[in-house]
Nanobody, 123 residues
Framework: QVQLVESGGGLVQAGGSLRLSCAAS????????IGWFRQSPWKEREFVAA????????DYADSVKGRFTISRDNAKNTGYLQMNSLKPDDTAVYYC????????????????WGQGTQVTVSS
């Protein structure tokens, strides 16, 4: 089992950057794929990005491709989401999620979730 805690959210102007962190408990962090999702009051929760257990494979939603970068440091039990060129439409609560690395499908099937961190992008 793994517990996840996100941090790094905040208020930023359009065009700015933020880096979210996802700190995981447990000794088997490297056994889990990590995903980032977001949800705003006017949209359903949507997939943002994912990285496999080793960091060798990544997947991005079309809406963030080229602007966001997902990474991980297994030695630090931490995942990251670097967000550049932020837009007001990126405003949402961002959630980190984890699942055992059993498939190459990264957009669903997550069993563990953090509490979320708010990202607000002003125009």
């Amino acid at each position: 089992q793994v517990q996840l805690v996100e941090s790094g959210g905040g208020l930023v102007q359009a065009g700015g950057s933020l880096r979210l962190s996802c700190a995981a408990s447990g000794r088997t962090f490297s056994s889990y794929d990590i995903g980032w999702f977001r949800q705003s009051p006017w949209k359903e929760r949507e997939f943002v990005a994912a990285i496999n257990w080793s960091g060798g494979s990544t997947d991005y939603a079309d809406s963030v491709k080229g602007r966001f970068t997902i990474s991980r440091d297994n030695a630090k039990n931490t995942g990251y989401l670097q967000m550049n060129s932020l837009k007001p439409d990126d405003t949402a609560v961002y959630y980190c999620a984890a699942k055992m690395a059993r498939t190459t499908w990264y957009r669903g099937g997550y069993a563990y979730w953090g509490q979320g961190t708010q990202v607000t992008v002003s125009s």
